[in-house]
Structures are given as C-alpha cells and as structure tokens.
C-alpha cells in the first residue's frame, strides 16, 4: 500500500466515523426503548426518516431559514414518537413477544406507505449545513458538513447522558429499565417514563434523520430499511441497553463502513457490516458493554 | 387505616387468597404469619395492586383503592419492602432514595431545576437522616449493587420510608439476617413505631414478630385461620396444626 492509498483509506474511515454519529443516535434510540420497556420498537428508523420528510413540509409551507430545519425535526420526531407509542403499544398486550414487533413493523411500512405518497416516491434534497468549508487537516481534508454532522451529534448524546444520568427523570427512568415492579412501589408511573422515553427517544431521532438528509445531501423514503438495519446492528454490537455502547458502536459501524466502501465498493460494504455482527453474536453475543442482569 | 374485606385471589384453581378480612388500626404494628404457601405475600402484592384480586376489597383510611394502579396507591401512603431484594443496582445509594422520595410532598422546596437536578434544602436532609437511621450514610455513593447482603436489606427499608409512608408492609425483612442484624431490625421497627407509622410485618422469625407486633393475623391455605394479640396466637391449637402439623402426630 503506496502513501496516497494510506491517506485515502484513513481519509475514508475519518469520514466514516462523522457520519457515524448518526448510527449512534439511531443505536440509542432503539436501545433506550429496549432498556426500559424490553421491546424493540421497528419503527424507530423510518419515524427519524418521516420526521425529517415533515420537516421540509413545514419548511417549505412558512418561510423559515433552513438552519431551522433541526429544531423542526426534533420537535416532528417527538409528536412522532408520542404517536407511535400510542399506537403501536398503548392498545397492544405487552406481555406477548410478538405483539409489538409486530405493531412497530406494520407502524414502518405505515409511516414507509405515508412519506412515498406524499412525495411520489421522488427523493428530495436537504438543506445542507457547511457543505462549502473544507477544513485541511494535514494531508487530510475535513468536510464541513460532516463534521457539523458530528457536533450536532455529539452534544444531542452529551446533553441526553446528562438528562439519563444527573436528573430525576433520567433516574426514574433507569430505574424502571432496573425494576420495573419496584419503581412502580417508589411512586413512579412506569406509563410516564414509557411514553416521555418514546418522545425523548423520538426527538432524537428527529435529530438523526435531519443530520442524515443534511449529511447525504437529499431524502429518499429507500432509506428506511438499511437505516432501521444498521440502526439495529449498532444496538446489538454496542449491547442492547448500553448507551454508550450504542455510541461507540455507532462510530464504529460507520468508520467501518466507509472503510469497507472504499476498499470493496459499495455493493459488498453491508456484507462486512453483517459479518461484523455476525462476529459479535458468535464471540460476544452481549455486545461491547453488556448491561447488567437482575432485572425482574 | 388498612381495610381487607373478603379478599380473594385465584390463580387457576389454586386459593392463594381466599376470603381474608382484615383490619389494621391506625399505628398499628401487625403480623402476618403462616406457613409457605399460605398466601402471605400474594396479600401484600393485592394490597400494593401488582395484581388485581379475584373478589374482594382493600381499603386504606376508608377509601376503596381495589382498582387504583401502583404508583397512585404509593401516592396515597403504601410502602413495602420485597421478600426477594429488588434495589436498583444500577443507581447509587443515595439516588435510590432520591427516586422514591415523593415529589409532592417537596413541591415547594426551592425551584423546579433544583427539584429535577437533584433534592433541595429539605428534601436532601430528609434522604440524609434516613441513611443515618438505617446506618448507611458511609455508602451514599456505592451502587446499590455493591452492598453487601445486610447492607442491601436496609437499603430497601430506608428505600420505602423515603416518601413518608403511611402504612409500611415488611415481606419477609428478616430472611437471611443474622441473629444480631435481627437485634437491630427489632429496634428499628420499634423506633419507627414511635413516629405513628403503621406496619404489617410479614415475617417468619417468630422471635421477631411475638417481640414488636400489637397483634398477629395467621393464615393457612389462602385463609385466616387465627387473629389476636401475639400470646393468644401462640396458644392456639389450630396455628400450631398449622405450623407443626396435626396433633395426633404428637
């Protein structure tokens, strides 16, 4: 491998890891619903995907600048998460495995159906961020709207670790992930910390999908499958439960993925991600930051 | 302040509870005794509304609370502690007491932001002093987790009194304590009488239980089988068929 193959194989992976940040919002997101109410919620991807969609609606219905765009996504993706809790698991028995995996699927090809309607299938362009700074770094160039990509992702995790684990409703809501029955006899309404967990979690998520659209450079409905994927695979490397697991398996499967693109092509980069959590459930089937057990 | 009428549970066709009544004063310290499987733990799950009861009411200071969910009925006074330990392992020492704190009682307690990044003024030297009852004030910050068996068994007494509870009911606080951590728990129950608090001890250490309670319920088979004050109880011939077996075996 000559020096230029050098450079372009970190510059890829450096790239890889800036994106990744929007895995890591995703992972959590899946993770935090799984911690606390033990159910994986399917359609967390393309409710991220849907929030950013109704964002550029709103966007393009009042004359708002596009920076505004984020704050439109967030607050989408969390009436979004209020909704897809009221309707895939307010009604549905929960003590019945399958119950709600399948709600939350019926809940991705509804929001799927819904997006494709609406914009005839046609991919849209998102507002981009930054995308003119470059900023050199050595023999390496940073692009401009990656890393604000990777900011913006960074304080969302930094201000949610801080609302899981310095507040009271961040405690309570570890405390119901912990004891479900027990927090219910210290006053908590484990329905409360469900839903606000589906609404914080949506939010982010809202996040994630504009960071996504901003990042790519356009939308398209094709992204919810491969984003609920990776988002799922990112949960599972990571440890399903663990936050910050989520967060490094986040840039991980990111770095990785742009490194396997660079090396194989596009067309073979998911094979390797696949058998990077293929690897992961044969040696370390709890993942990088397994979680405690005594849960009841 | 605690009301039990006709109370019954099946689970198929099994009585776990079946028809109890039973009535605890206010300040009150009340045993449950029985034998395993009679039904004693499967009352305080009804009482704390884990799950709804066959047929039957419960009633606390005269109000029917059958049908209330958990937290509300915690809310409304009820406190336990679990037979099996269930601590929030994950959360410090402290913070599983910070969680249990009622909020309403602290709504005036410096700003909201305080309230919600921590316990302000009051709140905090209410967490404070039941640690120091409880002996736990060194382990504020351990993860519940990590205390040892003794320690863990405090924790989640000191975890129920956090929200100044009303009625406390103890599943089993003295399973797997030593003789002289029973010693102690004697005379913490004792202490905590003095504040008016009402208990229904639940306990099969019958030093412990003739020792600190007022009266003494019996069950046998998912029914009340005797009730009276501790002596009475021990001289009755049915609880002791209940416990030792039928007399002719004597």
Known sequence: ?296 | MLELSGLSKHFGGVRAVDGVNLKVGRGDIVGLIGPNGSGKSTIVNLICGLFPPTAGNVLLAGKDITSLPTHIRVGMGIARTFQNIRLFGQLSVWQNLWVAQNSDQHRKDGSFLKRWLGAPGAARAEIDRTLEFFNLEKKRDELAANLSFGEQRRLEMARALAANPSLLLLDEPAAGMNAEEIEQLDERIRTLRKTGITILLIEHHMELVMAVTDRVAVLNFGQKIADGGPAEIQANPQVREAYLGSSNVK
């Open chain 1, 1 to 296: 491998m000559d020096y230029l193959d050098f450079i372009d194989t970190i510059q890829s992976i450096a790239d890889g890891v800036l994106f990744g940040a929007t895995y890591a919002l995703l992972g959590i997101g899946f993770t935090l619903i799984f911690g606390v109410m033990h159910k994986i919620n399917l359609s967390y991807a393309a409710a991220s995907i849907g929030a950013a969609y109704a964002s550029l609606l709103i966007l393009a219905g009042f004359k708002v600048p596009p920076a505004f765009v984020f704050v439109l996504s967030a607050l989408c993706g969390g009436v979004i998460g209020g909704l897809v809790y009221w309707i895939g698991f307010k009604f549905i028995p929960l003590n019945n495995p399958l119950a709600t995996l399948m709600s939350t699927l019926g809940l991705l090809l509804l929001i799927d159906e819904i997006v494709v309607h609406t914009t005839q299938g046609v991919p849209l362009a998102y507002p981009v961020l930054f995308s003119d700074v470059i900023i050199p770094a050595g023999p390496f160039n940073l692009r401009g709207d990656l890393i604000f990509v990777f900011m913006l992702g960074c304080i969302c995790m930094v201000l949610l670790l801080l609302l899981i684990y310095r507040t009271r409703l961040g405690i309570a809501t570890r405390a119901v992930s912990q004891q479900p029955v027990a927090s219910a006899l210290c006053g908590i309404s484990t329905t409360r910390v469900n839903i606000l967990t589906f609404v914080i979690t949506g939010v982010l998520g809202g996040i994630a999908g504009a960071m996504i659209g901003a990042a790519i450079g356009m939308l398209s409905p094709l992204l919810a499958l491969p984003l609920t994927v990776k988002g799922l695979i990112v949960c599972v490397i990571g440890g399903l439960g663990s936050i910050p697991g989520a967060i490094l398996a986040g840039l991980l499967v990111g770095g990785l993925e742009n490194l396997f693109q660079f090396w194989r092509g596009v067309s073979e980069r998911d094979l390797y991600i696949m058998l990077l959590l293929f690897i992961f459930l044969v040696f370390r089937p709890g993942g990088l930051f397994a979680t405690a057990p005594g849960r009841d």
